[in-house]
């Protein structure tokens, strides 16, 4: 047991409400997430739809606020009309150079995000599509019955809107790997005029458009369609999978802690520039520690690429400790952070793994379903002091902590990070400058290795334990690369 750690939770400044979409998810035509993962018709574990019965309990599980869904890259030459109505045809996919079926399109998106009990969010194709096509979307999906889009999806037998409320306008558009890129300057003016239609066509629709953390992309994009705009989206994947050929261990992993929060802050402070601090809010709408291997095509070596990037052993405490201190990040900075999706739900590096059998729940899925069902609705101020981590060459604090309380300040939960890979370490925590004191309960995930998972043999390796503990004092003691809840007994 190390030096001590301090976590003051201060109770004078109140608490504010967080946006529960910060546990979203993200869904791509890409590899095995929609066709062999959350869709597989045929299956024995499948509905008469062909959604995975097996995958719907798993997600709903997590509570999953919302989907964003279909790309990615994958967006930016997809056109919606190919995957809806009874005559769909394969068409090619010019993101990852296969084949898409359309098999799985808007209406079954809609229908399988309403099974696991989430709000669909459409990305639109900003790349190869036009402004047209984007607010033909929105008639298809919202409107009643006027017009012919809307019709169709009555035709289509969906009587009823499909009320998608949150709609993101591209995907990545500032990069040389999407289909049909744009300049800073081209950019905005599109926006700008997707917005107009889009809104023209449900003005009550909440608008997100692709974002960096790069102040000439950003500044930019706000000056020509800020005041359409009620999010920017941003993208972080931190750690570049399969280095070296094999993944990050452990140590190199703790020092991308602190790299979430730099991305915040900056898009924050671009934000306030532009004067819209309080008036738009950021969604990390893709999120994961891991990066993409991605080759395209079908070539046997692009399969074994992508094939690989599903190895549940690659996917350990590690990616459960970066979660949560990733899941802080927009708990501290709920002000502005409204949405964060991890990216994907399913298969490659999600929280959830889908073989033709069955599901391995990884070690974030349970970070995801701590903070979804262990966490209080509001979010208060958490100072931490301490320890700092010495980690192949970077410095990052050993303990990560927020907490959060329900609106009577009565019920208090607080999630814990400890990052140190073999130590437990001390931890005094102070509720409005009291030691707290008294029976809580407990929630650990740290399984018996930082280099722990769960695959198919040992799908329980890695799994939240609950005890009841007595506090004194303040004093807990934090198991080594473990993510923590504790919730003081009333
Ligand atoms: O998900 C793979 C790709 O990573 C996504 O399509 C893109 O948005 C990101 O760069």
Redesign the pocket.
Known sequence: IGTPNSVYIETHHGFRRYNPMILGQ?L?H?HRQVYGGVFEPGSPLADVHGFRLDVIAALRELNVPIVRWP?????SAYHWTHGVGADRQPSYDK?WCVEEPNTFGTDEFVTWCRLIGAEPYLCTNAGTGTPEEMSDWVEYCNLENTGRWARLRQANGYAQPHKVQYWSIG??NY?S??MGAKTADEWGYFVAESAKMMKHVDPTIKLLAAALPDLEWTLKLLRHAGQYLDYVSI?G?WDPLWQNDQPSDYATCMTRALEPEAAIRMTEHILAVAGFEGRIGIAFD?WNLR??H?PQGNSPEAITVRNRNDLNATYTMADAVFSAGFLNACLRHSKTVGMANM??VVN?RGPLFVYPDGVVKRTTFHVLSMYANLLEANVIDTWVSGETLECVGKSVPAVDAVATCDDDMQTWSVALVNRHAERAVSCQIYLGGMPLNGRCSLTVLCGDSPDAYNDLTHPDRVTPIASEVMIECGAITLSPHAVSVIRPRI
């Open positions: 993200f791509e890409f790309g990615g890259c994958f967006v993101a995907n990545e990069g790997w999407e993208h994947y893709e990066g993409w991605h990216a994907p490659t």
